[in-house]
């Protein structure tokens, strides 16, 4: 029994021991896990302290890179402002040698009407006929170039803006002379101011030069410098037309023989060739007015015996030219 007691007081003190041991043991293991922990809070309070550097310094960063944003921003607003203002010009140049160019074109084409040799002030004494056509082109056109063709003789035609404009081409290529006469024909429109009737005579004159590549520089007045009735629209306009013409480069013609075929539509032809060979027969020199319309089918009839005749009594035939003595009718103040 003592014995037994004994024993069991060794080995109760034996687990006092183990305990002991262990308490001590997990005591020894807390303290090192507290120092860990510790040790982890310190860390983690560190790279906090380095995150909240860090964010700041994104922060900065994003603040710069903003501010960097906005700069480039302004300056690509500012680049597209050059661009668009550098295009601007670059267009605004264009037009404007767009316009040095159509000026200067106009320019040339200005000097080389002024450059014109004066019209002449009197016949030259030479024994010549000058036959001219007003109010074409017309369907009659191709039978009067096939007439002068036949005597191989040339003319001068002052054309209209007629629906056969486009025969200007062929009166140009056969050799003879293209005149200006007026694009509308229209007394009460071309002769109501001077600037009236020169943006008539432009019209025109834009129109013939598109189709033959010349820009005519003779011209008849409708109705010749003489006529009465453009003083119903503006008196004493062809007074300043028959200065301002030759102001601005051009030589227009009157005439000092009529075939009278405007007295009516289609006037007998032998009325027509009586009235140019009766007028023409005393005169040295002669320029004969006729019309090439489509009505004046008669005077297509009338042209052969009209150049036989001239022939008959002398007369060569030659187109009118910038030079030539005008056949200008005494002015009336109209």
């Given at each position: 029994?003592?014995?037994?007691?004994?024993?069991?007081?060794?080995?109760?003190?034996?687990?006092?021991?183990?305990?002991?041991?262990?308490?001590?043991?997990?005591?020894?293991?807390?303290?090192?896990?507290d120092s860990y922990i510790a040790s982890v809070k310190a860390q983690i309070e560190e790279n906090q302290s380095k995150i909240e550097e860090a964010d700041g310094k994104i922060a900065e960063f994003e603040a710069q890179i903003a501010e960097k944003e906005k700069a480039n921003a302004d300056m690509?607003?500012?680049?597209?402002?050059?661009?668009?203002?550098?295009?601007?010009?670059?267009?605004?140049?264009?037009?404007?040698?767009?316009?040095?160019?159509?000026?200067?074109?106009?320019?040339?084409?200005?000097?080389?009407?002024?450059?014109?040799?004066?019209?002449?002030?009197?016949?030259?004494?030479?024994?010549?006929?000058?036959?001219?056509?007003?109010?074409?082109?017309?369907?009659?056109?191709?039978?009067?170039?096939?007439?002068?063709?036949?005597?191989?003789?040339?003319?001068?035609?002052?054309?209209?803006?007629?629906?056969?404009?486009?025969?200007?081409?062929?009166?140009?290529?056969?050799?003879?002379?293209?005149?200006?006469?007026?694009?509308?024909?229209?007394?009460?429109?071309?002769?109501?101011?001077?600037?009236?009737?020169?943006?008539?005579?432009?019209?025109?004159?834009?129109?013939?030069?598109?189709?033959?590549?010349?820009?005519?520089?003779?011209?008849?007045?409708?109705?010749?410098?003489?006529?009465?009735?453009?003083?119903?629209?503006?008196?004493?306009?062809?007074?300043?037309?028959?200065?301002?013409?030759?102001?601005?480069?051009?030589?227009y013609f009157d005439w000092n023989v009529s075939s009278e075929d405007a007295v009516s539509n289609t006037p007998s032809y032998t009325f027509i060739r009586n009235n140019v060979l009766n007028g023409a027969k005393n005169k040295n020199s002669a320029c004969v007015l006729m019309h090439d319309s489509?009505?004046?089918?008669?005077?297509?009839?009338?042209?052969?015996?009209?150049?036989?005749?001239?022939?008959?009594?002398?007369?060569?035939?030659?187109?009118?030219?910038?030079?030539?003595?005008?056949?200008?009718?005494?002015?009336?103040?109209?």
């Open positions: 029994m003592k014995f037994f007691k004994q024993t069991s007081n060794i080995i109760f003190t034996c687990i006092i021991f183990v305990l002991v041991g262990a308490l001590l043991a997990s005591v020894a293991v807390i303290k090192k896990k690509q607003s500012q680049l597209k402002s050059a661009q668009d203002a550098k295009k601007k010009l670059e267009d605004e140049n264009a037009e404007l040698k767009k316009k040095i160019a159509t000026l200067s074109a106009e320019k040339a084409k200005q000097e080389a009407i002024t450059a014109v040799s004066p019209q002449a002030t009197a016949p030259d004494g030479r024994r010549v006929c000058y036959l001219t056509f007003d109010d074409g082109p017309s369907a009659n056109t191709l039978k009067i170039l096939e007439i002068l063709n036949r005597y191989r003789i040339k003319a001068t035609f002052f054309v209209i803006n007629s629906n056969d404009i486009g025969y200007v081409k062929n009166i140009h290529d056969a050799g003879h002379t293209v005149g200006l006469h007026s694009a509308s024909h229209d007394y009460s429109k071309i002769y109501s101011s001077t600037d009236a009737y020169f943006a008539d005579l432009q019209k025109l004159s834009d129109i013939v030069e598109g189709i033959i590549g010349v820009r005519p520089t003779v011209m008849r007045f409708p109705g010749g410098s003489s006529n009465q009735v453009s003083r119903k629209y503006c008196y004493g306009i062809m007074t300043k037309l028959v200065k301002l013409v030759g102001d601005k480069g051009y030589s489509s009505v004046k089918t008669t005077t297509v009839q009338a042209l052969p015996e009209i150049i036989e005749g001239l022939m008959k009594m002398g007369y060569s035939f030659e187109t009118l030219t910038p030079e030539t003595y005008g056949y200008h009718h005494r002015n009336l103040n109209n």
